[in-house]
């Protein structure tokens, strides 16, 4: 679709023949002969670019710089005039203008400025939109789940989002605590700043101080820089740290100072740096046992224990598994281009019987992976993980049926030809059954290696 211009100037002779050498190039026009009707077409129409005359019968274009910015923040303007000046040029370029030209230059100049601006225009429109889809997907909304227990923590996270108190997010691996963790920096007033995250297992000591803190030219071996911190990346935003119980001893010290002053030292430095960030920790470990043993910071727990929102494991809101599953089966059969898959009541209850140690991050998984090995339009029981199909659950008796003794054969047959990696004679073997009945079994169950 291509952009659309608005040219106001009072000079018609000119505003006409900008007009054509812009239409020539596939823009779409519309034309003002005074200020007036320039806002009014603001307000009727989604404009790209504007192009003002700087002298109006109604106003300054000069100063309508900042009306017309009110009317369309994203709209970028650029100014005419007779006879160009300086103080004008300067005060057209503060009010928010994109250039400032002189009238009588060359034509073919207007073509590559307009082209910049709208440039300028649809890379701000893309980054509104951007902006806008990672705070609805970081919202309290895209946080699936109808359970009391979920319900309270999304409540107690609404409560101390838009404030400046550290966080603490306990809770099982797979909760879900980074997904809170965004959620609340979405709703505060840092969400326009940073937010950035690190996972305090997934470095040595000294790869994490140097990650966190950032370290100077020469700190250590391979220092060949100054580096920034993760913690100055962060800067007016949120940091958050997640497992934050296997941070080691010593850099807990450096934390505590952060917390407690919002000052901090690089690696390799002597001088103090501030910073303003709001700290959110996470952490599957149970902080008071660490102290206890020795191995987490006393004066620290008290400096992070100030809000703390515990995660319920899924296997206590089974009830949000059919809402989470489906949701996983829509995001993945999208991916793979396999719109309209659906859910088979049958693979369902084996879902939400399934005792979920690796929580939602696991159902994700399963989900990943049924979505590509099913076939046809239906997920059906036989594309679930074998220790999935074998958990029948109590509560739901009809699902008995698929366990029958036949199925019970199919599943026993599958898990020997997975452990042979489809060596069937070894298979065979193992069965204690014919090779040719195996192959009639592998027929008759439709059984294939991809299972």
Same mark, same amino acid.
């Given at each position: 679709?291509?952009?659309?211009?608005?040219?106001?100037?009072?000079?018609?002779?000119?505003?006409?023949?900008?007009?054509?050498?812009?239409?020539?190039?596939?823009?779409?026009?519309?034309?003002?002969?005074?200020?007036?009707?320039?806002?009014?077409?603001?307000?009727?129409?989604?404009?790209?670019?504007?192009?003002?005359?700087?002298?109006?019968?109604?106003?300054?274009?000069?100063?309508?710089?900042?009306?017309?910015?009110?009317?369309?923040?994203?709209?970028?303007?650029?100014?005419?005039?007779?006879?160009?000046?300086?103080?004008?040029?300067?005060?057209?370029?503060?009010?928010?203008?994109?250039?400032?030209?002189?009238?009588?230059?060359?034509?073919?100049?207007?073509?590559?400025?307009?082209?910049?601006?709208?440039?300028?225009?649809?890379?701000?429109?893309?980054?509104?939109?951007?902006?806008?889809?990672?705070?609805?997907?970081?919202?309290?909304?895209?946080?699936?789940?109808?359970? =009391?227990?979920?319900?309270?923590?999304?409540?107690? =996270?609404?409560? !101390?989002?838009? &404030?400046? &108190?550290?966080?603490?997010?306990?809770?099982?691996?797979?909760?879900?605590?980074? !997904?809170?963790?965004?959620?609340?920096?979405?709703?505060?007033?840092?969400?326009?700043?940073?937010?950035?995250?690190?996972?305090?297992?997934?470095?040595?000591?000294?790869?994490?101080?140097?990650?966190?803190?950032? #370290?100077?030219?020469?700190?250590?071996?391979?220092?060949?820089?100054?580096?920034?911190?993760?913690?100055?990346?962060?800067?007016?935003?949120?940091?958050?740290?997640?497992?934050?119980?296997?941070?080691?001893?010593?850099?807990?010290?450096?934390?505590?100072? !952060?917390?407690?002053?919002?000052?901090?030292?690089?690696?390799?430095?002597?001088? &103090?740096?501030?910073?303003?960030?709001?700290?959110?920790?996470?952490?599957?470990?149970?902080?008071?046992?660490?102290?206890?043993?020795?191995?987490?910071?006393?004066?620290?727990?008290?400096?992070?224990?100030?809000?703390?929102?515990?995660?319920?494991?899924?296997?206590?809101?089974?009830?949000?598994?059919? =809402?989470?599953?489906? #949701?996983?089966?829509? !995001?993945?059969?999208?991916?793979?281009?396999?719109?309209?898959? &659906?859910?088979?009541?049958?693979?369902?209850?084996?879902?939400?019987?399934?005792?979920?140690?690796?929580?939602?991050?696991?159902?994700?998984?399963?989900?990943?992976?049924?979505?590509?090995?099913?076939?046809?339009?239906?997920?059906?029981?036989?594309?679930?993980?074998?220790?999935?199909?074998?958990?029948?659950?109590?509560?739901?008796?009809?699902?008995?049926?698929?366990?029958?003794?036949?199925?019970?054969?199919?599943? #026993?047959?599958?898990?020997?030809?997975?452990?042979?990696?489809?060596?069937?004679?070894?298979?065979?073997?193992?069965?204690?059954?014919?090779?040719?009945?195996?192959?009639?079994?592998?027929?008759?169950?439709?059984?294939?290696?991809?299972?």
């Amino acid at each position: 679709m291509s952009s659309t211009i608005l040219i106001i100037d009072d000079e018609e002779k000119l505003r006409q023949l900008l007009a054509r050498i812009l239409q020539l190039e596939g823009y779409q026009l519309l034309q003002a002969g005074n200020l007036r009707q320039g806002l009014q077409s603001l307000q009727q129409q989604e404009i790209d670019v504007v192009i003002c005359d700087v002298k109006l019968p109604d106003g300054s274009g000069v100063e309508a710089v900042q009306q017309i910015r009110e009317k369309s923040p994203l709209t970028e303007i650029i100014l005419l005039t007779a006879y160009g000046n300086i103080p004008d040029s300067v005060k057209a370029i503060k009010n928010g203008a994109f250039d400032y030209i002189t009238k009588g230059d060359d034509n073919d100049k207007i073509i590559p400025l307009v082209a910049r601006a709208e440039e300028r225009v649809q890379m701000q429109r893309r980054i509104t939109q951007l902006e806008a889809r990672v705070g609805k997907q970081y919202a309290w909304d895209s946080i699936i789940g109808k359970s =009391a227990s979920l319900r309270q923590a999304i409540a107690l =996270a609404r409560k !101390v989002a838009d &404030t400046p &108190t550290t966080v603490l997010l306990t809770g099982e691996t797979g909760t879900g605590k980074e !997904v809170f963790a965004q959620a609340i920096h979405q709703e505060s007033s840092r969400k326009n700043k940073p937010f950035v995250a690190i996972n305090c297992s997934a470095f040595s000591k000294e790869l994490l101080e140097s990650e966190i803190f950032g #370290h100077k030219a020469g700190a250590f071996t391979g220092a060949t820089k100054d580096k920034k911190g993760l913690i100055e990346e962060a800067q007016g935003g949120t940091l958050f740290l997640d497992e934050i119980g296997e941070m080691p001893m010593e850099l807990q010290a450096k934390l505590l100072r !952060v917390l407690e002053s919002k000052e901090f030292i690089k690696v390799g430095d002597t001088k &103090t740096l501030r910073v303003d960030v709001r700290i959110i920790a996470a952490t599957n470990r149970d902080l008071a046992e660490e102290v206890k043993t020795g191995h987490f910071r006393e004066d620290l727990l008290y400096r992070l224990n100030v809000f703390t929102i515990e995660l319920p494991p899924l296997r206590s809101r089974k009830d949000d598994i059919p =809402a989470l599953a489906n #949701h996983y089966l829509e !995001v993945f059969s999208s991916k793979t281009n396999r719109k309209g898959l &659906t859910l088979d009541p049958q693979a369902l209850s084996l879902l939400e019987a399934h005792e979920w140690k690796g929580n939602i991050r696991e159902l994700k998984n399963v989900l990943e992976r049924a979505v590509i090995l099913a076939e046809g339009g239906v997920l059906s029981p036989e594309d679930l993980p074998l220790d999935i199909q074998m958990s029948v659950p109590h509560s739901a008796p009809h699902v008995l049926s698929a366990f029958d003794l036949a199925s019970v054969e199919k599943l #026993h047959i599958q898990r020997v030809l997975n452990h042979t990696k489809w060596n069937k004679a070894e298979a065979a073997r193992l069965l204690n059954i014919g090779l040719t009945t195996l192959y009639r079994k592998i027929d008759e169950y439709k059984l294939d290696e991809g299972r």
